[in-house]
């Protein structure tokens, strides 16, 4: 596991996971940065998925990214932290790696999932992201490398220090 500070649509990786929202035809933040990079006609594949659910996953193409594939998942809306969020949280973790498990995907990216316009608290949202991909990593050793891409120094400072603590 390793920690990157920058934009997820630049990263030459098997596969990029994307916060998406349940119609999963596009909106703001990465999901929207994914679909501007990908162009139309990720669109047009994620129509034909006919949504995803709340701690869900679906595959896509990485179309003209430079990502080969697309993990789209739906992360919680944080609402005071007893309404399944960390559950639901951990899902999404959980399937991103089922699926690169599956797929035999050498390195995932992920964004950091629900802590920008779903204001998941940051620290909580990065401690069950390390723990569920560490789990998964034990288990199946694999994907090879998992990429946490943080878009903000915020976010980047929290992943370093648990994955530095993790380490010693
Ligand atoms: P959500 O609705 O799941 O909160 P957002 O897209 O609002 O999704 O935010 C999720 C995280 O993605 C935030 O930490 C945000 O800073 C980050 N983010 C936004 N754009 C990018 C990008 N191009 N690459 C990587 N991360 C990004």
Known sequence: MEVILG???KLEVDAIVNAANTSLLGGSGVDGAIHRAAGA????ECRSLRGCKIGDAKLTKGYRLPASFIIHTVGPVWRGG???EPELLAQCYYKCMQIAGDKEFNTLAFPCISTGIYKYPKILA???AVKICEEQ???N???QR???CCYDQENYEIYTKI???MIH
């Open 163 to 165: 994955l530095s603590e």
């Open 7 to 9: 934009d997820i649509t």
């Open 126 to 128: 990065a401690e069950i």
């Open 82 to 84: 007893n309404n399944k």
């Open 137 to 139: 990593l034990q288990k």
């Open 141 to 143: 050793g694999c994907p």
């Open 146 to 148: 998992v990429i946490f």
């Open 41 to 44: 006609e990720l669109v047009d």
